[in-house]
């Protein structure tokens, strides 16, 4: 899979999220501190839609 930090990432390295996609559609998120070892929240693409949305607003 291939993964992208957010552009709202800090520049610094100390404070930045990666997001993919999975085949299945499902958005996955990531903190890049952890190298791909730490957790991995899942959300539908619907349910993604959902929080840019809120986060924006």
């Known amino acids: ?3 992208r ?9 100390g404070n930045c999220v990666e997001v993919g996609q999975s085949g299945k559609g499902a958005i996955l ?3 890049t ?3 791909g070892r730490g ?10 839609r959902a929080f840019v949305a ?3 607003g």
């Open 39 to 48: 957790p991995t929240h899942r959300f539908t693409a619907d349910a993604w």
């Open 54 to 56: 809120r986060v924006k």
């Open 1 to 3: 899979m291939k993964w």
């Open 5 to 13: 930090k957010s552009s709202y990432s800090g520049q610094s390295g």
């Open 33 to 35: 501190k952890d190298n």
């Open 29 to 31: 998120v990531r903190d």
